[in-house]
């Protein structure tokens, strides 16, 4: 058997923990897959003492992670510090330059810096592998760069973020607000203290940028993402999208566009008749429409300590097994540069939610306003009535420029008779 | 830019016709990819006047197929002929021999013969890829052996032939029954004019050994698979189903279970709270749980010109990029051999249709066989009342050893009243 790969491990967290007890529970199966043995030989994390319910004596112990970057002992460095900058950032380019190979679950780090990594993992003929850091229990790094490498990618989509699912579907379960299931997601430890990152989109977004690049083979764009997150949904509008048919998903979307690449995470409406709109929980899933291939969909767990360290564990196989490829399926000079689609450009049909005083007249005035920017109305809903009072009328559109759309609504907006600022969720073809 | 590699293509129907024109519409896009060109530099069919939409003239033509396992300017045979042997096995065997790679979507004759070919491959150092012989346009094989390898498989299933899924799903949308939704998809194409090989599960068997034996680094046992198509499911069986919350599936299951390796093909009652119950139509799925990875499904086409096309030149990608694995991902020294279990040792719930006389005392007599058995009635549904007429009783078990379920329901079909054989459908838990 050929000899080990030598594994330097930095982040004793969750994931951390679940690589290390995958691999010692599964040591003889791994090298039976591999040919040779993978190996913790050292590891780091910011507390030693802390008991994390298993034995990391055999490996060295490193209270700066950066050393691992140096040690000439280690064949692979696996950053789970997390953080798109500072530490992180520091150990991965270190260890590129040194020669070592690296795996990461960091998608923020990628997100940000992920052209420029690629481009040292290839001055250095090593690899920069990150399978956990998009939808973890789903192989679709590997399943665009390999599985589906004879096609052009047309469109990539998918549900990334667990939080936004779980919340939307509890929502949906329960006819409870956003808040409300938010606040029980936080005690459930479905969402973090601060989840911002999770239901702002922010975190979907850096793992589009990833899928975007693995699949138009472009270089990674974050900030052109345009990211809208799920706040303001309300139970209203989960229960009149069913009505229509849909369920409201954050959606994750790329697209090869006349304009250019469109990168895109905001709530949607699908039509419950598409595969996706029956992934429900915290479960990921996404959707890879290759020309030859058709509409493929890979779902399972987005998070959670098993699914992230099977992620890295099967980049730590393909490179014990010698597969290396480039970082985004092919080297960072072949990289395109296509232009960014703008949102004011998309095209798409638009649910809108109106709070309206029910008086006469309102609807002429709405009405006249989308007429003048060419939006074609598909269905106006306004359930019971109430004199005088506050009412929700539900409007669909059916597709129009985005621009427009915008413009109509800020104009409806200032109409006196609108109490709130309408709210906008895409409805989405699959 | 390295050298081309050099690829002899035998088989130029639909498939073949496929991957001929993908590599052309894609040459460039493939180099990049793979940082060297796939070229076709030879091809064989058996008729080389037929016209077939492109221009093929810049490959060798041979007339024999065997002739492209000796051309010595050849890296990788794609074998299309189909068939589990014959002139297919005979090229395969001859390529592997003198150290050719082959690409294969074959699945008869990896059933049939794929531990021997795996076997031969390894001896030659090259590899043995069949990425389309299951579920073509899902990369299941590259997931299994690749994406999953951190974790031990517990149990892979999944609707294998579009075929049956298209049959079933125009059965339950149309109320229609088996023999006429069968002519509609023989005359659209769907079903072949011998339809057997789909609609009796053998095509879903033959794919589900090579599953079983990737997800558990088995030897690859066809003769072993338990194998039931749907000929036998009625209209009145979809209804009575989705009445009780299910639909009605052909899956193709593979199992860890403590009395040896379970592989069964037959129709199945599935909830239609879980996944796999929403892929309609001619869309195949496949399900692998491992023990850290969870549940992951993957969706996508089955079958036809570009999905096949699409996972040959996946095959051919790895190849050229130089990844090369063992076939059914461990050595063939490595394969275990671990027992078969048998269906009588199967443990089901049960879903059972028996067409009675409606006179008093037949569900007495039903019901004391199956307490004689010891299985348990869930629940007993009959519809209408037409005294002295034939009526179907449905009944549902909880879970209870085959053996006895098959005893009881012979014991039954003996009945008097009793005028055709029970159909028995399993209730899988998924």
Redesign the interface.
Known sequence: MAEALRIGLAGLGNVGA?VFK?LEE?SE??A??C?RSLEVVAVSARDRSRDRGFDFTNARWCDDPRSLAEDGNIDVVVELIGGSDGVALQLVEDALASGKNVVTANKAMLALHGTRLASKAEESGVGLAY?AAVAG???IV??LR???????IERVYGILNGTCNYILTAMEESGREFDDVLSEAQSLGYAEADPSFDIDGIDAAHKLALLTSLAF?RFVEFDTVYTEGIRQVGAIDIDFARELGFRIKLLAIARATANGIEQRVHPCLISTDT?IA??QGVFNAVVAE????????????GA?E??T??????D???LA?G?L?PTF???VQ?LESTPSATMEEHESAYYVRLMVVDKPGVMADVAAILRDENVSLESVLQRGRDPGEVVPVILTTHVTVEAGMRRALQQIGELELVVESPLMIRVEDL
């Open positions: 679940g995958l599964h199966l791994m039976s897959r040919g399978e229990g789903i192989p590997k399943s390999e599985g589906l490498a004879g096609n052009r083979g595969p029956h992934v290759g020309d030859y291939v058709d509409r493929t969909m890979y779902e399972g767990r959670g098993g699914p360290a099977s992620a890295v564990v099967a730590l196989v393909d097994r597969d490829l399926g092919v080297p072949k």
